[in-house]
């Protein structure tokens, strides 16, 4: 398997897996549903590459994003924002400008949230 990156096109497995996730079934119940059948863990590995090539932080996120772009249900896509530049490099095409605007503004956002997070992490348990 090529190592995946972002803004390339969904394989059709790891479509399938993301379209059977947003419908609610589990990695196990997905991975029962592909043909040929495969593990768990090789169904939870094509959702890591799809949160990859979309640019996404969670599952969740990744259905989100894959609705935006029409990916999962064709509905018509939005502008300015991080989905819209995503649709647009997914579909192979040069992001619009209102959606490099959006996708700057994103890319900061998540550096800034990285450093935040580093200069003061989370503590989980309180004393
Ligand atoms: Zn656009």
Redesign the pocket.
Known sequence: MSIPRYGQPLGARETEILRLVSQGLSYGEAAGRLQPPVTENTAKAHMQRVLTKLGASTAPHAVFLACQAGILDGRPRR??DHA??AA?VYRGED??E??WDGERAYRAGRRAARRAAKANPPKLLAS
């Open positions: 502008h300015g819209g530049y647009h992001p619009c209102a959606c």
